[in-house]
């Protein structure tokens, strides 16, 4: 059974950090790329940082870059994102998501694996 398994959200303060893992089962990342999302009630999911696991080509949308770092671990099969300087606006749900290797950050129609999503709640 394909599956993408996030875990390490959670409740932090401002300028706080939090390290999101995205564990896959049933399928080797090498030959994808995986992406985080983060959405929140009623918007559409917003592409926050995508790897190319093989190459390790990183993207980040323009409100991450220098705050958020996308990495992977080859032999764990899974991928990290580690979130330093959160901001209130960062509160949300963040998902995993694989999707053919692609340029840039993914889209949600490229996505063909999701993962069930884990609440990231910046506040004091």
């Known amino acids: 059974q394909v599956r993408l398994v996030e875990s390490g959200g959670g409740l932090v303060q401002p300028g706080g950090s939090l390290r999101l893992s995205c564990a896959a089962s049933?399928?080797?990342?090498?030959?994808?790329?995986i992406g985080w999302f983060r959405q929140l009630p009623g918007k559409e999911r917003e592409g926050v940082s995508c790897?190319?696991?093989?190459?390790?080509?990183?993207y980040y949308t323009d409100s991450v870059k220098g705050r958020f770092t996308i990495s992977r671990d080859n032999l764990k099969n899974t991928v990290y994102l580690q979130m330093n300087y959160l901001k209130t606006e960062d509160t949300a749900v963040y998902y995993c998501?694989?999707?053919?290797?692609?340029?840039?950050?993914?889209?949600?129609?490229?996505?063909?694996?999701w993962g069930q999503g884990t609440q990231v709640t910046v506040s004091s």
């Open positions: 998501a694989a999707a053919s290797p692609t340029l840039g950050l993914l889209v949600a129609s490229e996505v063909s694996t």
């Open positions: 790897i190319s696991v093989s190459e390790g080509t990183t």
């Open positions: 049933g399928f080797t990342l090498d030959y994808y790329a």
